[in-house]
C-alpha cells in the first residue's frame, strides 16, 4: 500500500440499493485506502430474508479490496478519514449516527427511483441528515448538492448483450398479500396478473414467465409470496418464480420484453433496448415519466407497447436518465467525480 494515501471510509448498508455503485470499489481501492463498514442488512448479524444471501456475493467481490473492516458504529475512528461514502441517502439504520459524528465529507448515494419532490426524495429531505454531497443518476434529479454518477453496476451490461432471449420478465413491486398493499394504486394481485397480459404473450411468442420477488427486511422470510403468487397466476401459465438472484444483468439480458413496476431495476432492460411496459400506479412514478413505455394496467396498452419497442425502443430516455448509461461508462463518471469532490478538498 502506497503511503499517504487518502482513506475512504465505505459504509455499506442494503445489497439490494448499494449493489449500483459496488463495482466502484475494486478502482477506488487502486487510488485510496479504503475501510469497509457494515451496518444493517449488510451487518453480519443480519438474518437474511431471502432465497440466496447476497453478502456472500459481496464478500467474495469485494472484500479482499479493504484495508480494514470496521467491527461496529462504535469503532469508527472519524479523525482518521478524508472521505466517507455511504450506499444510501436514507438518514436511518445508524447512517444518520455516522454524519452526526463525521470529521470531514460524507456522500451518500440514491436509494432508488423516488418521486421528485420533498417529502419523497431523499436527496432534498434527508440533505445533512445523513450527506453533505449525493450521488444521483442523471440530470433530471440535479440539486446544489448532487453529483452524477449513473449506474456503475449496469455497465456490465453490455458484456450480455448477445444473450438469447428466453423468457418475459415481470419485475414485481408489493403483493397484494402484503400489508402495504395500499401504499399505491396497484399491486401485484391476481387482478394485475390477470390485466397485464401475460397469457396472451406467452401464446404468441413462446417464452417462458419469469417473476422477481424482492426480499424485504419487513416479510417474514419470502416462502408465503410463493405460496402467494402459485395460488392467483392465471391458469396454464408457464413461469418461474426468483426471489434473490447472484447475477441480474444477465437475468435482465435474456429478457424478451420486460413489465414491471418503476424499479431501479427497470433502468437495466431500456438501456438494452429490450421492450419494457412500465406500470402506472404499481410504485413511485419518479424519473419514469417520460418513459414511451410508462402505461396503464391494461393488455391493449401493454402488449401495444412493448410490441412496438421492438423496432422502436426509446432512445432519449436514458441519455437524459442514466448518467453513461447510453455509453455504459457510469463506472468511469463516478470515479472522476469523485475524485474531483476529494481534490476539492
Known sequence: MVKNMKKI???????????????????LSEEFELHLLKI?????????????????????????CF??????????NYNEYDLILCDDDRARNGVEKIYKNKKCLMIGCSHGNRELV?????????????????????????????????????????????????????ICNILGNHPAKNSFKLSFDQHFFNECGLVELQQKYNKKIIIKLKSRTNEGGYKHNI?????????????????????????????????????????????LKIPTAIIKGS???????????????????????????IINPDKDFIVNTIEGGLNFNSTEIFINNLKNELNEL
Open 9 to 27: 471510509l465505505f459504509v455499506a448498508t442494503q445489497y439490494r440499493n448499494g449493489e449500483r455503485i459496488y463495482p466502484v470499489i475494486p478502482l
Open 40 to 64: 444493517y442488512e449488510m451487518s453480519p448479524n443480519y438474518r437474511w430474508p431471502g432465497s440466496f444471501d447476497l453478502r456472500d456475493t459481496f464478500n467474495e467481490h469485494y472484500l479482499n
Open 67 to 76: 484495508s480494514k473492516i470496521i467491527p461496529n458504529i462504535d469503532y469508527i
Open 118 to 170: 420533498h417529502e419523497h426524495w431523499h436527496a432534498i429531505k434527508h440533505h445533512k441528515l445523513a450527506f453533505d454531497k449525493c450521488f444521483v443518476f442523471g440530470k433530471k434529479e440535479k440539486l446544489p448538492h448532487s453529483i452524477f454518477g449513473g449506474i456503475p453496476s449496469n455497465d456490465d451490461l453490455k458484456t450480455y448483450m448477445s444473450e438469447e432471449k428466453k423468457h418475459i420478465l415481470v
Open 227 to 271: 405460496e402467494y403468487l402459485n395460488n392467483i397466476l392465471p391458469k396454464g401459465l408457464d413461469y418461474e418464480i426468483l426471489v434473490d438472484v447472484d447475477n441480474d444483468n444477465k437475468l435482465i439480458s435474456q429478457s424478451f420484453m420486460v413489465i414491471s413496476s418503476p424499479s431501479c431495476l427497470t433502468f437495466k432492460p431500456i438501456q
Open 283 to 309: 410504485g413511485q412514478t419518479g424519473l419514469y415519466s417520460d418513459f414511451k413505455g410508462f402505461v396503464n394496467l391494461n393488455k391493449e396498452n401493454i402488449i401495444n407497447t412493448l410490441e412496438d419497442q
